[in-house]
């Protein structure tokens, strides 16, 4: 409990391993971590310590094998597909490393589809998907399709797919690794502006410079959650 | 009924997804998107869903008018006529027609009288040509009023006079003469000669069918003036050496009361079944034959177009689930390619169920798309095919059918059903899996690991399925059921294979098993022989299934080692085909299930077309086994038979025996149910020819006896052949008859044959006179000219008569190199006078044979539909792996790969596919024939014999034409450029 706000997220004894024909990979071991609300959380490590397996586990995007995820009052681990599934409708938005969009839908259709899907209706959905779109910057790619947007436009249409439903969570994967310097920076303002809207933001990174801009960082190694170096709260 | 409930499941599939397509746009545009930006893919799925439909359309569409067709010339060819009263006699109409007058039945609608006598007729043109006809004395007034529909009585015109007679259609074709040509007809001693005034259609009165008229479903009538009998029996010139004529009509001619039913045309069973009865009774005293002649054709009818369907049904068969897997195929890789579009949004909060709801809506939109293309398809298909079959169901051996189109709603709107049910149910099963698909592994493009099930399930299942397996097979032998003798076998491996199953030694048990398995099937053809020796849909389809699948498991575990020696010198092949090889050797599921559709295709058409090799082959040898030792047959008219010593006297005859031939109507325990045999005249009354004969015919023209009979029924053995023929020629209560008895009429495979010790039945149908005889050998073959033939001792024909038969039909035997043909046609020539008929043993074996040979040609082309199917599915399987490897395929050009390189792999790896399959297939059908054929599974033993050259053609075919069908994935292949794997982003 940091400044008394309340912990949106707290995840305990974490376990999870892959099963590979040739061996077992213990990819999370007994990680703890506990997110409060509104925060900007830096998720550090080298390549392949677990970081994105972290973020999956922790949102509910795969199972975990031991341990208990409670998000909103809610243990993940415990919950049905469907429970999970209606957590990710409701309450969290992701951006992952590559801009992941529906090829055969143009940018807001990206951002629209999944309000429609999760119940908003289609005019709402459309106003805040235009809202959002023209707040990453895109507002003139609309009908454009994931094919005819750069790599930095893609990106941020995707973020604006994870902001336009104003979630509670953003996860976000090394959202710049696949972009240059310039537009990386941008997206990494882009995101910090948002998350001073009032989501919290949970940043996957390798890039301890971007680490340094968030509230609260937390460092993966080998599947276990270190101390956290940069905790400047 | 069966129709109710798949269209009741239709709409159970369809309801909710209209509503869903309605009432939540978000699915819809989910749904509905892909197909507008990618029309090639909607395409490609819903040319699959088309070409499935149009295949099970089509096969139900020609089932249709196959049925409709046969039934309608039985009930167009007799027309008003429901029943017939025979006697024999020439004034006994007008008693016959007031007693049934006198049951004053509510169902009978009126009678007509006619006087009628079978004998030979010659038609003069320039090459005269006999042939036995019905001659017909009717009022042609009357008879075009009789039934109240003009136009169903087929007659038209006046009744003709003085020297005019007036022809059926059938008659004017069969001996080639046209109105104002003469005819003479030969009866009673004496002869009278007509000129034709014109021609009648196989319809109603004029098409009459009477008990006597020649068998086959043509009509050969000829209409003479009235009184033209009574004047020739009164002809002071007639030649009372001889005293009958026609059949076993005492030489006279046979009054025929034809009678309407007034539901006529409906062919009501119950009616008919009523007022012949009724008649019965009514003419009890009169010593009549009461006939319920149109319920026989129909009966007739119905058996043989039940005969064809189910053969085509059986050659067919893998042609239609080829069709089923092309849906299932295309249905699943719709579903792939959705998975990951389906992971991101998913990722988004996408639930399971609408994730279902989506895939199986556009699923829905493809499938109903497709199906009502695909049912059209179907119906022009299958009006292409009958086309084709016009021929073989024209000839006179089928019956001349004249094959009419018919498409009841009922069977396309069943092929709509039942290709929206499986499309659907495949697009649920695949969006179930694809809804389950972890997130995870889907958006970092990682295949799901495969699902393993535990030991202890493997073990339950597999000792589940053993025993199932031993309980199956027991049963199958023991009632020598086909499909069963082979499916518990297998079913027994299957679960000897799951018993012991672990992956590392699935190869090695899974090769055993299908091998023990493909073994067991080649040997129950011999082993379980009984099972086998109707070759109906149970028997090709059991045999093909189980052989091919067993091949092509056993070809898809070992894949990698066949094919490795072919990968393993890089430097000595082009590198498109090394890459090609690679990329087969790589074969999942999907392309098994092609190999599986090449090869059973294959099966069948080697199957059709080395049993027609091997009937082509034996047409010297039919001829042997119809005619014995002699050459040529020579029927003549009774009154007048050719006398023997006229044709011993032609140069090259040897020597000369003589028969007495009638026909009669045949009762078997084979064709006739328990129950039906006691009413007399049963519907179940088929026409043979009756052949009896005296010691001097043994050896001579006696047919040689079945000798694969003789092995299995134990009575024959080492007793010489002549000594059977002079017990028959004896005993006045037993009969030969031919193994062939009841094999079907189009394809000759046999269906179940009479045993030694069986009773028969023959029956002289104008007068009743009967004898009930006991089979006492099985002749190799007696079919030909249209007929089957029994032997009987001569007796036997004098009481079916009721008369001292004369020897109408001569077995000529003649020296080595004789041309019998000739020699047949010289006798025809002089002896016109007699009626005679003569044709050689061996024209009439390749007449018989022919027809068989086009009914296979026919079943043939409609068996390679299914490899129109498997070339789809090829085709879609090819684009499906192309766009798989879309990134290797980029990589490869990246690092220097040419374009043209990767169109040819593609097209390499779809030619060893459909190769392997050919090869596959091939194997099965000529192993499974030469069984057949060595176990006397197609009639007798045949020679084996392979049509090779045909066979490598069709495989040459195959593999250009699959290799040609690899051209859209192949172009796409080539087109993919080095950039693509970086930009690709689904
Ligand atoms: N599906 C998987 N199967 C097997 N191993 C996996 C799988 N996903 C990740 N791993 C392994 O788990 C470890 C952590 O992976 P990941 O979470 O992706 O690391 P990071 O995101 O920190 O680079 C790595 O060693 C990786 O190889
Ligand atoms: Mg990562």
Known sequence: MTLGRPDVLIARGVVKSYRTEAEVVHALVDVDVTVHDGEFLAVTGPSGSGKTTLLNCLSGLDTIDAGSVVLDGVDLAAADDALRTEQRASTMGFVFQTANLLPDFTALENVTLPMVLAGTAPKEARRAAVAALERVGVGHRLRHYPSQLSGGEQQRVAIARAFAKRPRIVWADEPTGNLDMHTADQVIDLLRELHADGTTLILVTHDVGLAAQADRGIEVRDGRVGTDPSNRV | MTLLVLVIVSIAYSAPLAYIAIARPGLRLLAFRPSIRRPGRAILVVSGAVLATAIVTSSSVLGDSLGASIRRSAVTQLGPVDEEILGVGIDRGRAIRSAVERTRSPDVGGSLSLLGVVTTVRGRDFIPRVAQAQVLEVDFAAASRFGGDPSATGMTGPTPTGDAAVLSADLSNLIAIRPRHRVTVYAFGTSRTFRIARLLPRVGVAGLATPLSPSGSESFNIFVPSGTFAAMLADPSRDRAVDNTGIGAQGLPVSIVAVSNRETGSGDRRTSAAVTTQLRAATSGLDVEVHPVKQQLLDDADRRSRSFTDLFRAFGFFGAAGGVVLLILTFSILARDRVRSMGILRAQGLSRRDTVAALALEGWLYTIVGISAGALGGVALGAVALFAARDVFGSPVAGSVELVFSARAASIAAGCAIGLIIALS?????????????????????????????????????????????????????????????????????????????????????????????????????????????????????????????????????????????????????????????????????????????????????????????????????????????????????????????????????????????????????????????????????????????????????????????????????????????TVAGDPTRVLVGADLDADRLSGFPAGRLRIGDPITLRNPATGAMRTLTVGGLVAAARYGGSDHVYAARSVVDQLLGTRATSNLLFVETNEGVNNDVLAAVVDGTHLANGAYARSFERLARESVSTRRQFLDVSAGYAAIGLVAALAGVAIVMIDRVRERRRQISMLRAFGCRAATVSRACRVETAVIALEGTIIGTVCGLLITWRLSSNGGLGQRLPFDIPVILLLLIAAVVVATSVAAATVPARRAARLEPAAMLRADD
């Open chain 2, 426 to 726: 495949v697009v649920l099963g695949a969006a179930a899996i694809v809804s389950r698909r972890n997130i995870v592994r889907v958006m970092r493009r990682m295949d799901d690991p495969p699902h393993r099930p535990g030991r202890s399930a493997l073990v339950a299942s597999g000792a589940g399925l053993c025993a199932a397996g031993v309980a199956i097979g027991v049963t199958g032998i023991t009632i020598a059921n086909p499909v069963a003798s082979l499916a518990g076998p297998a079913l027994f491996a299957l679960g000897v294979v799951l018993f012991l199953y672990t992956p590392a030694r699935a190869r090695r048990l899974i090769s055993i098993a299908s091998l023990a398995v493909f073994v067991w099937s080649a040997l129950a053809v011999t082993i379980v022989r009984d099972a086998f020796t109707h070759l109906g849909t149970g028997v090709v389809v059991a045999v093909g299934v189980v052989t091919t699948f067993c091949a092509v498991a056993l070809a898809a575990v070992n894949h990698n080692a066949l094919i490795r020696p072919f990968v393993a010198r890089p430097g000595r092949r082009a590198p498109a085909f090394t890459l090609g090889l690679a990329y087969a050797r790589t074969a999942r599921l999907r392309t098994v299930l092609i190999m599986g559709m090449f090869a059973t295709v294959l099966f069948t058409l080697t199957l059709l077309i080395t049993i027609r090799q091997l009937y082509g082959n034996d047409v010297r040898d039919l001829g042997r086994r119809l005619g014995g030792k002699s050459a040529i047959e020579i029927a003549s008219n009774p009154v007048r038979p050719v006398p023997p010593r006229d044709v011993a006297r032609l140069d090259g005859v040897t020597h000369v025996a003589a028969a007495a031939a009638t026909r009669a109507q045949i009762q078997t325990a084979l064709a006739a149910p328990a129950g039906t045999s006691a009413a007399g005249a049963s519907a179940d009354a088929r026409d043979v020819t009756v052949v009896g004969f005296d010691d001097t015919f043994i050896g001579h023209g006696s047919p040689p006896l079945a000798g694969s009979a003789s092995r299995r029924s134990g009575q024959q053995r080492g007793e010489p052949e002549a000594s059977i023929y002079r």
